[in-house]
């Protein structure tokens, strides 16, 4: 157990909806990545938060957004969703000044 | 072209046998180099992580990096069927929030 919690763990829903994600750090660590997995693409890093802030982007599509709130939880927010969208979402956290990730047990979105 | 390359295997061995899985990369700036493994439906968890050129061990497991030909290595030795996963190499530069760009992985299987 890594210590990273993710809820929920199973999300099915329609194209065109919105869902949220959600993540919980371990304690201690101010960095949440979060990353889509998918099986053509591997693993892509998607937006990393640190404290609050915003700190690295990655393959993060207009359609989606995150944020991390004061208590350093932090939620993907996925919009009109499309079939391609399904994947495996995970989170991950660290102290943010190593290398370091320790990830989430996922949460695994079906589009239908 | 993915910045980071892995054969995907699947890669089948008898317990016991020496494995060696392989990831090339094409950014020069890549310094901290990581492996990961993840098992099914899981998230993944970092075994190893090197930074620049050189050797690390760590029980059965020896990390190799080779920045001359931009080549990185994981060894594991006297391999178990509890080794079976899928094996991510992953590699960042030196900023320090920097994005990690991981391989798509090689699913490894061990078979007694």
């Known amino acids: 157990d890594s210590g990273v919690t993710q809820t929920p763990k199973h999300l099915i829903t329609a194209t065109g909806q919105r869902v949220t994600l959600r993540c919980s750090p371990r304690?201690?660590?101010?960095?949440v990545y979060w990353y889509q997995q998918s099986l053509d693409q591997g693993l892509q890093f998607l937006i990393q938060?640190?404290?609050?802030?915003?700190?690295a982007k990655g393959n993060i599509l207009e359609r989606f957004s995150a944020q991390q709130f004061p208590d350093l939880h932090s939620e993907l927010n996925l919009s009109s969703l499309e079939l391609g969208d399904s994947a495996l979402y995970f989170c991950?956290?660290?102290?943010?000044?190593?290398?370091?990730?320790?990830f989430g047990p996922g949460t695994r979105l079906t589009v239908l | 072209q993915k910045e980071v390359e892995q054969d995907p295997g699947p890669l089948s061995v008898p317990e016991g046998a020496i494995v060696s899985l392989n990831c090339t990369y094409s950014n020069s700036a890549f310094q901290y180099f990581m492996w990961y493994r993840q098992y099914s439906r899981k998230g993944p968890e970092l075994l190893m992580y090197t930074y620049s050129s050189g050797n690390k061990e760590d029980g059965r497991f020896t990390a190799q990096v080779d920045k001359s030909s931009k080549y990185i290595s994981l060894f594991i030795r006297d391999s178990q069927p509890s080794d079976s996963a899928t094996y991510l190499c992953?590699?960042?530069?030196?900023?320090?929030?920097?994005?990690?760009?991981f391989g798509t992985g090689t699913k490894l299987q061990v078979i007694p």
């Open positions: 991950a956290s660290g102290e943010g000044h190593n290398n370091e990730q320790f």
């Open positions: 992953a590699c960042r530069d030196s900023g320090g929030y920097q994005k990690v760009t």
């Open positions: 938060y640190y404290n609050g802030e915003e700190r």
């Open positions: 304690s201690g660590d101010l960095s």
